[in-house]
């Protein structure tokens, strides 16, 4: 089996106590609140504190601490969640707590993603701004996105005449709570545009309280907030010495009958040693399908949770042929499930998933298998396990004998774990989970924070929107709140070295108009503008998929990247409209609607027909001469660059496409594999190996491309790469 295993402690975590807890706070009968809960209670309510992060563990109900203000008293809330996965989680678990704790103002409860804003402005024959402003204004929970947090403040859901504060004026005034949960899985361009819209909130409105929930929380988040004087306030439980790993049996008892409530079992993790191949661990996981079998016949519940969609694909295949003659459910869960895959997957004997369930997402399950790619992406899977004591079937409930993980470990992680004369774990032996995870943070792959974003192109959305706060139509009723905004910004995203200067910001975006005009010969658009101005890129290379896989047919209709496509998928080209056509007819015969609005701009049409064993291989080409393009270190928009892919029959029709499309660029003159090592990125950083007309027929391409958002963070990175020395976090 495994070579290399330890034991977990429980964790329980401290219950409030009478003096702890708000005066007239009413509790569901036999609820007792955490330290940490009460504390987020009190901070919410304290008029000296703007914003609040509370790290308390995994599974320690940092949900409730951050509703706990509604189910009290009338103070309608925003939480804004980084998947729509975990939005629809949160959202049960918000209405069962509306359900325990009866609260006599009956708060309304609404999520709304960008599908659900066009299906519903769609159904009330709305725009969306409208529609927006209405939903708003029919509830007092709203879940979102802070996608459509950060586009309602750029102005996105306006019409041509609109003023700039039409909706966010409004909309702002509606919530006094906004929470941001698992904020710690966004990178710099993220941060950087709440940073700037708390900014703009906090100048044109009434102040607000903020409210970060995250096991693993940002520390470049809090340090630029409090230096442009927001007032932060930090409930750390571990700091505060408000958990306890018990040793033993008697020990959990005494805790329990103290009123600790336990927030993890005791774990069994368990190592496995894999060369760092692509298939090491779909490969292992056959070979090994009976120990998953032996936790089922147990009377387990289990997940897999690994890198790659393609694999997950695969080895739900593989795993439903070999388990469904035992009476066991297979399901799914990615980025490429359908929606109602994913609800019925929670329910699965055995779900198989990638980053749409690790990120916060509460499953009952009591067997793991994880793969991960740096650190903080072991620890937040891990956090999946030991959350439940068992599960509901048929009515009855069963209770789970043991909880174990295995880590499908690279060999090197485990070398380091392990070996040497003094390792930092032993075999066998039991540990604290806090000692476990700083072990796996300091001995596994750190990747980039990227923190040179703020100042180079954070300061871009800043500029973006003082120039808004000027428009003519409010430029008089925000001219004192214009310039103090103005003043936070440049502040906030200064270094010790450089001064940053708005003014010289729009100069800049200037100059990019002008060289994309001349590029394009157009006296429209500025690509480079509209790129840094956007939260998670403008995904110039999506493709809109018919998946014939689905066997949900309104859920069959979803987008894709091309690079994945073409690594990974079987597909069969389509045409624009025969894609529009099934669309229209599949909503209007089943009554369901299906959202066009993320088609329309699409690279191209295909039809899905399965998951390829083996990645195929392709690189990106440009016609003309790389050489000097790389050599200028920038950012810039390239035209006509294509796909090669040898004996690939439908990529010229892309190609027909892909060469007319202006891509925001950074072209390196390295090749991908040494950028990727040397710059530390992250497993599904969107880099690119890329040739030119001298080097197309080279088995390695000598140049690397990023290309959107992508571009902007490597552009930080520059000086690093010029240089012969690796990036050190």
């Not at 702002?172 to 700037?196: G, L, M, T, W, Y």
């Not at 439903?320 to 035992?326: E, G, V």
């Not at 072209?667 to 599904?684: G, I, N, T």
Request: charged letters at 25%; aromatic letters at 10%.
């Amino acid at each position: 089996m495994s070579e290399y295993n330890i034991i977990l402690k429980p964790v329980y975590s401290c219950p409030a106590s009478a003096s702890d807890v708000p005066k007239g706070v009413k509790l569901p009968k036999g609820w007792m609140l955490s330290w940490h809960q009460a504390e987020t209670l009190k901070a919410i309510r304290d008029p000296n504190i703007d914003v609040i992060s509370n790290t308390a563990m995994t599974g320690d109900g940092k949900t409730l601490a951050g509703y706990l203000d509604i189910l009290q008293v009338y103070s309608p809330i925003l939480g804004l969640y980084p998947t729509n996965e975990l939005a629809r989680d949160q959202e049960m678990q918000v209405r069962g707590y509306i359900d325990l704790f009866q609260p006599e103002h009956e708060p309304r409860v609404h999520r709304l993603s960008g599908q659900e804003l066009e299906i519903y402005a769609e159904q009330e024959n709305l725009k969306k701004g409208a529609a927006l402003e209405t939903r708003v204004g029919q509830t007092e929970i709203l879940l979102a996105n802070p996608d459509i947090f950060h586009y309602l403040h750029r102005g996105a859901y306006l019409l041509f005449n609109d003023s700039p504060d039409k909706l966010w004026g409004r909309i702002d005034k509606r919530f006094n709570v906004i929470v941001f949960d698992e904020f710690h899985v966004f990178q710099a361009p993220q941060i950087a545009s709440v940073i700037n819209t708390m900014l703009l909130i906090r100048r044109t409105n009434r102040r607000k309280k903020f409210l970060f929930l995250s096991a693993t929380p940002n520390p470049q988040l809090v340090e630029r907030l409090k230096l442009a004087g927001f007032r932060c306030h930090e409930i750390d439980p571990l700091k505060e010495n408000k958990y306890k790993f018990p040793d033993t049996a008697i020990e959990c008892q005494q805790l329990k009958a103290q009123g600790w409530r336990q927030v993890s079992r005791e774990i069994s993790l368990h190592f496995v040693r894999l060369e760092p191949t692509s298939k090491a661990s779909e490969t292992w996981l056959k070979d090994n399908s009976e120990l998953i079998l032996t936790h089922l016949q147990r009377g387990g519940k289990g997940a897999i949770i690994l890198n790659s969609i393609a694999a997950v694909k695969r080895l739900r295949d593989f795993f439903d042929n070999f388990l469904k003659p035992h009476g066991f459910k297979v399901s799914e869960n990615t980025g490429l499930s359908g929606k109602k895959t994913k609800e019925e997957s929670l329910e699965a004997d055995l779900i198989l998933g990638t980053s749409t369930i690790d990120v916060g997402v509460d499953f009952k399950i009591n067997f793991l298998f994880f793969e991960s790619a740096d650190a903080g992406n072991f620890i937040q899977r891990l956090g999946r396990l030991g959350r439940h004591d068992g599960y509901e079937r048929d009515g009855q409930h069963i209770i789970f004998s043991d909880c174990t993980a295995y880590a499908l470990a690279p060999n090197f992680l485990i070398d380091k774990l392990f070996k040497g004369d003094s390792p930092a774990l032993k075999s066998g032996e039991v540990y604290e989970r806090p000692f476990f995870h700083e072990q796996i943070r300091v001995n596994y792959r750190k990747i980039n924070n990227f923190e040179g974003y703020y100042f180079k192109w954070g300061v871009v959305q800043s500029m973006r929107l003082v120039r808004q706060l000027g428009h003519p139509n409010v430029k008089q009723q925000y001219e004192s709140s214009q310039e103090v905004f103005k003043n936070d910004c440049e502040l906030v995203f200064s270094t010790e070295k450089k001064k940053v200067n708005l003014k010289s910001v729009f100069g800049c975006s200037k100059k990019w108009e002008k060289e994309w005009q001349e590029l394009s010969g157009t006296d429209k658009g500025n690509p480079i503008l509209e790129e840094a101005a956007s939260f998670r890129g403008t995904s110039p290379l999506l493709c809109g998929i018919y998946d014939t896989t689905e066997p949900n047919e309104v859920d069959r209709f979803k987008t894709y990247d091309l690079p994945g496509i073409l690594s990974n998928l079987e597909i069969e080209p389509m045409r624009e409209t025969e894609f529009e056509r099934l669309r229209c007819a599949i909503a209007q015969r089943t009554n369901i609607p299906i959202p066009k609005g993320r088609f329309e701009y699409c690279l191209g049409f295909m039809k899905l027909l399965g998951y390829r064993e083996e990645r195929l291989d392709w690189k990106f080409t440009y016609p003309g001469d790389l050489e000097a393009i790389a050599n200028a270190w920038k950012v810039q928009v390239l035209l006509g660059i294509q796909v090669w892919q040898p004996g690939n029959y439908w990529i010229s029709e892309i190609n027909k496409q892909l060469k007319k499309q202006a891509l925001v660029s950074y072209v390196v003159p390295l090749r991908v594999d040494e950028v990727r090592r040397r710059l530390q990125l992250p497993m599904h950083f969107e880099i690119y190996p890329i040739s030119d007309q001298f080097s197309v027929h080279d088995a390695a391409p000598p140049y690397c491309i990023a290309f959107g958002q992508s571009a902007l963070l490597v552009d930080t990175l520059a000086n690093w790469l010029k240089s012969e020395g690796i990036y050190v976090v």
